[in-house]
């Protein structure tokens, strides 16, 4: 038999709908985790450390003026290039400076001095300070201090002791990474350390979501749930209702979109990219047109050039970035549909 | 009657184009007042004066412009320079030509945005044009980007749409007259060039874009296109090679411990990112800058924002309208063609906006990620590098959706052209306090002036008197390399980079920037401890000779960010300059600036015996005795690029003439000469005693001059022997790395006159 009917063969509508997505999906969840987390990404390497490690520590845990925190840890790795320390820093606090240093035990000077405005190194209560990396870091011994240099009753950062209280990171970019080999030591051992740190973990858990609505969606979600959900609801109330799967779907995927861009203040990238990712999962599977991720756009831009007024709370850039996710969506629905109309001009002389 | 209407009717076109041109070229003169458009970090001197701008900063190599001395090649202005001191020699006002070269990228830029929509759209109306050209040059993000601080960059407003429409249509015609004008333009326009992030804002989004296109075309049309494109760039990029070849050799050539490489800048990639980017897309879509930026930072366009544009941005909906309906009509009413243009550019705009924008969600991380390409760094506020490329591509995505509408629906187009017209009017009424606003940090001091004649007066003194190899410290010191100098009548000052070497050829220090940052520190530290005897020995390893204090300052600038709010100048007082100065030498007419003497003034060679002479910023001579193995200091910048060349021997000229003695050195008077032909002998030459050149005290250079080597190696004819068995010796000391600048201008050249041969030969076959 030939190859290529065997391959036919193999690659029948079933294994593609239950093998070949499911594994794609995951396989992004796995990227989406190391990509968008603010711990792990794909060029970093990142070993948490315990507040054990603090050699100093502001008695109630605050930063205020002339208070400081010192942390001394041994380098796993090297290319040392960012310490973040965890604490409960919020919005609100917008004032305060901190003056961040970093230098190997035994020297005499900082290697790395500088001041920062504190909320402009926060992400999300975790403060990063980056310094031109350490190429040969590891197992050195170092030493990094942050003081606080008008922190007040008002303008104060809560350190947190937890055994992440601070994490080191370690940068490999490109040109380190020459060899196939190196790539697969870095990817095995970048797994090792996602499973090794159960707040990551259980972060990565969200992406997982739209690899599971997929499967109840292709699933017998119908035949065993909806219809005796709906049976169910008819018997309860005593009213007949009718409804089309893909619209209840449209509206559900749409109306939690909405609810994540009106009500969610902050971006929480697991939630984003899930609902994305069930958009895209719903055109593909009921052939959504473009017009309506357009119609969204239009409108979600409108909602946003209307809380730009000052004084609205809602947070106009999420709901802006939706406008833009919609409005790139709709262009490429266009541009898929060109290429489907016009298939024989695909790359044929 | 009937006559002239008949000819309004068909040259309106013509015409409503001519007043435009005529209301920009007018533009500057009701915006700045009859004053220079001058200061910031690239003094924008070249518009104004740019004969005094090619001598100190366009033809060398070596700069040393209110700073130590570094291997920073700004050969990229002295095309426009040139031309710009013809300009002057006809025009004879310096007002003209500044406010000339203001006007001209928006000239061009509206013209050939004409042009290239025109192409690009086989059926555009004037409409749609002439309303997407005025918005892409009158736009509120351009202003605020661009000719608010009229960085070079700022001639990418111009050079983006011509080179594009240059390029479309060498694509279509396959004429080489399109690129040989582009060549020629390019030439003269260069320092557009040289904001290389801003051109890579447009190329990137561009690529990315059309990289579609290998889903659209046929392989045959794809591949076509591709050795089009290498062929029109290649020679574009062929024509910039005399700035490239030395810009890029400042990559590959380090030169060592020098002080050029002491500046090195921490990545601040991630940290200016998560500052910066802080908008969202609905104020580009709208036609408005980034105001949350603006009110962060507390710029001077924060009041323009609360006092106007926050009350009149809904009118910016029109535009976000136009661009939907022509998403909803181009799939409609246009044909194949059209869509897919339509689509490459769509793709290339939102490309274009994400980057720009950078605040999308997940999105930022994706460009913090970014950050880890090599190069990339230079993209870190994005909200200024990718702000030219956005406006192309919003104005390109504008004609082509007005374009569509007018397909489907001509009734609405004519509303929306109209209501279009009309909100880029609104958002432009505040351009004059856009661009001539107040300084940073001030209220009411302008940036706008004409320098006083007692300045010109004064530095025509000092140039008279001071050594032309020393360095001048100008005072007060601030936190760049600032000088502030009031304007005549008014408080309006030029605040920017130093102009002293401009009007006197001689080198200021005047601020932190002027030394490296832990040279710098050093100085700050003397100074707020008050120790004196330490900054005078400061100031004599610098070289520095004289002093000159400002007087006039405006009280608001002193308390500017120049002055970290005034704090840099508590311990800048008089007992300062006292402690430091030897005695008052000049002083101005009327008071405002005066020129010090320092108790221990240095000599820039130092040898046992000789004498020396500039012949330019990037040649000396030097006439040596040497007896043994001598030491031999030049007091500039340590680089790898200063090279020793032995010549014949003869006398010095000035030899019963010295201008300066100093330390049994005496000094010659300078030759101010540009270029001289055995230049070009140094790129084939044998540069000696390279192996003892090193690095003394924080930034000097030392060869050692050995005796016995010269009489080994060469004949009598390059030393005189003298009767104790010492020699004398003439060398130059020249840097190298110049002469990759006559290579580079070699090249462009020889490309300029191939593609001028290839233009012939097939118009030649053509006509056949």
Redesign the interface.
Known sequence: MKVKTIFKRLLNKTLIEWVLIPLFLLILCYFFSLFFNRNHTLSTFVYPHSYKEYTHFPSDGFLIKNEYVRGEFQAKEDNLGIIAVKTTLNDDINKQYIEFRVKEKQSSEWYYDNTYPAQSINEGGLLIFGFPKISNSRYKQYVFEIVSLNGNGKNKIKLVSRYDSFTTRYIYLGKNLSSKLIYLDLISRKIAALLSYPDELFWSVIFTFPTIFYLLLIGPIGTYIIVPCRKWIVRALGIKITFDRKIVLKLVILLLITLDGVLLKDVYYGVTIDLFQLWLLLIVKYKIRHTVSLLFSFIFLMISEFFMIPSWILNENKIAMWAYFFLAIAIVQLIINEIKNKSHVFFKD | MNIFFAFLLKYRNFLVNLTTVCAFIALPYWVFNGKLFIGGDDTRLIYSYPWEYFKALSFFSWVNLSSVGTFSPNQFSFPFALTWTILFSIFKSRVVIDYLSFSLPLIMGFIYLQKLLKEILTDASYGEMYTSSLLYVLSPIMITNQLMVFLMSAWLIGLAPFITWAFVKFVKTYNFVYIFISMLVSIFLSLGFFGLPWVFGIIIPLCVGFS?A???????FIFFYIKKTIIFFGLLISSQLFWLFPFAATIFIKGGNSFADLF?V??TF??TV??TS??????P??NLPN?QLTIDYTWPLRDIFLQYY?KV??FG?VF?III?LG??YI?MYRN?GQ??IY?LF??SF?VS??LF?V?????K??FL?LG???GFFMFRNAYDKFAPGYMFLYTIIFGLSLNAIRGKNPKLYIKLLIVSLGVIFIFLIPIKQIVNGPAWTTKTTQKVITFPQEYFDFLLQVKNITDPTGNILNMPLNIGGYAIIKDATTNNVFAGTSPTKFFTGINDFSGYLSFSPTESDKMWNYINSKDYGALREFYYEYNVNAIMVTKNIPSEMKHSYLFFNGSLLKNQDDALISEITDKKILVSTKDNYELYSVKKPNIAFHMKQGYFQKISPIKYRVYMHVSSQEKLTFLESFHFGWNLFLEKYHEPLCNNSPIRISEGVKECKPADSLFDIDELSYGFGHAIFSKSHAQTSTYKNTWIIDLDFIKKNYNTSYYRQNSDGSIDILLTVYFFPQVYFFIGCLVSVVMLLISVSITLLYSKKRNK
């Open positions: 579609v290998i889903f659209f075309y046929p392989k045959k090195k921490a990545n991630r940290a998560l500052q802080t908008g969202n897309i609905t104020y879509l709208l105001r926050d941005f809904i909906t976000i939907f998403i909803r799939q194949e869509r897919k689509y769509f793709i939102l906006l994400f924008t605040n999308i969600g997940p999105l991380d994706v990620w880890n390409l090599p």
